[in-house]
């Protein structure tokens, strides 16, 4: 009898083994198959990085590089008279008048500006 019990304690902890070797096997897979797809997808990403959209192509030559280091500097701040926000003269809104040229940072600032509607910021 005492060997019986003995034998049935074996063939039960060999199936707890079975069942854990079983799960770590299932966990070392799903961890490979992970790390596959990850390296898959940085792959891809290598291979497609000459493919570049025509949007960013030229949103690329718009940017200066830092071979052309006289371009970083270039950019001259305007600020709009209504709300006071400082904008890139290239991205901003002109409007001609009499005293020169009045910038702005959307229509709906040079729409109020020209109907007067609200005190605006000094230019200062």
Do not use: N
């Amino acid at each position: 009898m005492r060997c019986k019990r003995a034998s049935i304690a074996t063939v039960s902890l060999q199936g707890q083994m079975g069942f854990i070797s079983r799960m770590m096997r299932f966990l070392l897979w799903v961890l490979v198959l992970w790390w596959g797809v990850v390296l898959l997808r940085r792959a891809a990403a290598w291979m497609l990085r000459a493919v570049v959209s025509p949007r960013e192509e030229q949103h690329a030559s718009q940017v200066s590089s830092p071979a052309e280091p006289d371009k970083i500097g270039s950019r001259k701040l305007v600020r709009d008279p209504v709300c006071g926000v400082h904008i890139a003269e290239d991205r901003a809104i002109a409007l001609p008048e009499r005293s020169g040229v009045v910038h702005f940072c959307s229509t709906a600032c040079r729409d109020q500006y020209v109907g007067g509607a609200k005190k605006f910021a000094s230019h200062g």
